[in-house]
């Protein structure tokens, strides 16, 4: 007798053999393909460089040298900032390190409350909801806003959290050439009349470093009777007077020409968080609807205490912004005057991406940068345009002149080498 009470004879003859579970990850072989190729050609870090120690906005120890950061979007260096900072302690001592729960439970906060607070007052808004990122408000703002039977019109070089926040929706999704005002205009044209139509886009496009033509933009929108929501992720703190972003530039206002803004607390901020702005008079109702708002934890108060403090000192920041756009001018023109092709030719966007011929050269002068002590960030598709390599700096209020001109002197060098420049 076996355990079972089953005799040996009783057994079928063949056991079918158990099914072995189809492997999930094959599909990911050309992936971890691509990344062996990237180690073998000598990146040490594919998955991101490690942070060994930050020590202002402007530096940071990575592979055990001091080096000058350059690629990420602490555009206003409010990281460092003293009465953040205060902000934060005060914060987490008061109220602990988290919340525990949705802010539809008993995650809101004190400092939830006085973030929206901050950023009513920093866009002169009615409204103001807080999420735990931006790619949230992007997901949950445009999926929840256009419904079944509605149309969302977005930019095809949109970042990835409107392409998802449209996927996650029911509305039936129209995308028009990049910042081409005459093909959003064409096919707006092409959709039926009666349904709700969202038009979504950026200030600033962060790739590129490229800047929307929002006035034509919203004129050909509501044209067509759509609404607009705005991304201003990569302009928030320095365009515009209140530096509300492009459409504050542009001489746009919220409410007649556009009806949302969706921002982020991770690039001029310093911290983490997303929201959206809006003066429309139902707006509260996204509280009750909004999945990426209601499933998920609330940020916690230190988080969002930082947020409204430095929101707050961004209204006033103007020496900060002229510093931002003098770091702006320069390295654009030292770069230009290199020789290198940028993403813009204009020098009016925080984000200077320089353009390479292929993968390969963009990762050997990554590596080069990163060697001489420069952090600036690599992308490629399907992150930027089919065949585009960019290296995008990103500029800060903080960095000095001095760090612009010895960035500048990096390039000319790493450029030389790997033959993107002609040798002088
Ligand atoms: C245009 C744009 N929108 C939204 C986001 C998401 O912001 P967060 O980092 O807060 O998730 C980003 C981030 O890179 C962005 O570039």
Redesign the pocket.
């Known amino acids: 007798m076996t355990e079972t009470g089953l005799q040996p004879e009783a057994l079928p003859e063949t056991v079918a053999p158990a099914p072995t579970a189809r492997d999930l990850f094959a599909k990911f072989d050309p992936l971890i393909a691509e990344r062996d190729k990237l180690m073998s050609s000598g990146v040490r870090d594919p998955f991101g460089i490690v942070m060994e120690e930050v020590r202002s906005p402007t530096t940071a120890v990575i592979r055990g040298q001091e080096t000058i950061l350059l690629g990420t979007?602490n555009y206003m260096g409010m990281t460092f900032d003293p009465d953040v900072i205060a902000a934060g302690k005060r914060a987490l001592e008061q109220f602990g390190s988290g919340t525990n729960g949705s802010r539809m439970l008993n995650g809101t906060f004190r400092d939830h409350v006085d973030a929206e607070d901050a950023l009513r007052e920093f866009y002169g808004a009615a409204h103001a909801m807080v999420f735990s990122?931006?790619?949230?408000?992007?997901l949950g703002v445009i999926s929840t806003i256009a419904g079944r039977g509605e149309y969302v019109i977005l930019d095809a070089d949109s970042?990835a959290?409107?392409y998802d926040g449209c996927k996650m929706g029911d509305a039936e999704i129209v995308r028009f050439r990049h910042n081409s005002v005459e093909d959003l205009d064409k096919r707006l044209g092409r959709l039926p009349k009666e349904p709700g139509k969202l038009v979504v886009l950026?200030g600033v496009y962060?790739m590129l470093g490229d800047i929307a033509p929002l006035r034509e933009m919203v004129a050909v929108a509501r044209k067509h009777g759509c609404m607009v929501l705005v991304?201003e992720?990569?302009s928030m703190g320095f365009f515009g007077e209140h530096g509300r972003g492009v459409y504050e530039e542009l001489g746009l206002a919220l409410g007649d020409d556009v009806d949302f803004v969706?921002g982020?607390?991770?690039?001029s901020v310093g911290t983490?968080?997303?929201f959206c702005i809006s003066n429309h008079p139902k707006f509260e109702a996204l509280r009750l609807s909004c999945r990426p708002y209601i499933f998920t934890a609330s940020l916690p108060p230190s988080v969002v205490a930082t947020a409204a403090t430095s929101v707050r000192k961004l209204m006033h920041a103007h020496e900060k912004r002229a510093r931002l756009w003098d770091n702006a001018r320069r390295l654009h023109g030292g770069l230009k005057a290199l020789g290198f092709r940028l993403g813009t030719d204009a020098p009016d966007s925080a984000i200077v991406a320089v353009i390479l011929e292929d993968q390969e050269q963009a990762v050997a002068m990554w590596q080069g940068l990163l060697e001489a002590g420069l952090y600036v960030n690599v992308a490629r598709p399907p992150a930027t345009p089919t065949g585009t390599f960019l290296l995008r700096c990103s500029i800060c209020a903080e960095h000095s002149a001095e760090q612009i001109d010895r960035v500048v002197a990096m390039f000319a060098a790493a450029g030389q080498q790997v033959g993107a420049i002609a040798a002088t």
């Open positions: 979007y990122t931006g790619y949230q408000a992007n970042h959290s409107i950026e962060s991304d992720a990569h969706i982020t607390f991770s690039k983490v968080g997303g």
